[in-house]
């Protein structure tokens, strides 16, 4: 079946450092979700990527979207304890819209003050 | 900012009991969904739900689970005959246009 992948699985970073988490998709996706989810917490939303090549900023955070559409990177520059969490990619799983999500297996990231 | 709610944040059943997580979505929100998340691994879909029918469904959600709409804002899963194994934090979302979801802060279950 569909599997997404992403590395690597955890990330330890001195505070101000860069973190890229990529993500590979076995199969083409019609679009990427990008989620954050703090320690004991539940995933939140952070950005949809659509069109093929797509790159999208917020604030330090920089997604992109590969060309063939089966690959995206999110990078944090200039890292903050505040980026403490494990971030999942997701893609479309379903037969059509159904809101099927296929998660990561997420990154999770520690930021040493 | 509106959020999706879940009740209770902690249940814990015996074995064989039957557990129903409520959730209550966005108001305007017309897709809904239940996922799943064993400590410490990814989220796993259970179940989608719009126009009052599941329109998707994993291998995980077999005949012991089930979901309702009971009334305009509830949104319900039933799990009959609980195992060892279903034991996680149980998330419900919803969705205004079936991209973005928005979860809720989840049941974590304790089947002993």
């Known amino acids: 079946g569909q599997q997404v992948m992403q590395i690597p699985q955890y990330q330890h970073v001195q505070e101000g450092e860069d973190f890229t988490t990529y993500c590979n998709s076995s199969t083409t996706l019609s679009n990427i979700q990008w989620y954050k989810q703090r320690p004991g917490g539940h995933p939140v939303f952070l950005i949809q990527l659509v069109k093929s090549g797509e790159v999208k900023k917020q604030k330090r955070l920089t997604f992109q979207f590969g060309e063939a559409k089966k690959n995206s990177s999110l990078h944090i520059t200039a890292t903050q304890t505040t980026d403490v969490g494990t971030y999942f990619c997701a893609g479309p799983g379903g037969s059509g819209n159904t809101g099927k999500l296929i998660f990561g297996q997420g990154t999770t990231l520690q930021v040493k003050p | 900012e509106p959020e999706v709610t879940q009740t209770p944040s902690h249940q814990v059943t015996q074995m064989g009991q039957e557990v129903i997580l409520r959730c209550v979505p966005i108001?305007?929100?017309?897709?809904f969904y239940w996922y799943r998340q064993i400590l410490g691994q990814k989220v796993e879909f259970l179940v989608s739900?719009?126009?009052?029918?599941?329109?998707?469904k994993s291998e995980i959600f077999d005949d012991q689970f089930s979901v309702e709409r009971p009334d305009g804002s509830n949104f319900t899963l039933k799990i009959r005959s609980t195992k060892l194994e279903d034991s996680a934090m149980y998330f419900c979302?919803?969705?205004?246009?079936?991209?973005?979801?928005?979860f809720g802060s989840g049941t974590r279950l304790t089947v002993v």
């Open positions: 108001s305007n929100h017309l897709y």
């Open positions: 979302a919803s969705s205004a246009d079936d991209r973005a979801l928005t």
């Open positions: 739900f719009y126009n009052n029918e599941i329109s998707e």
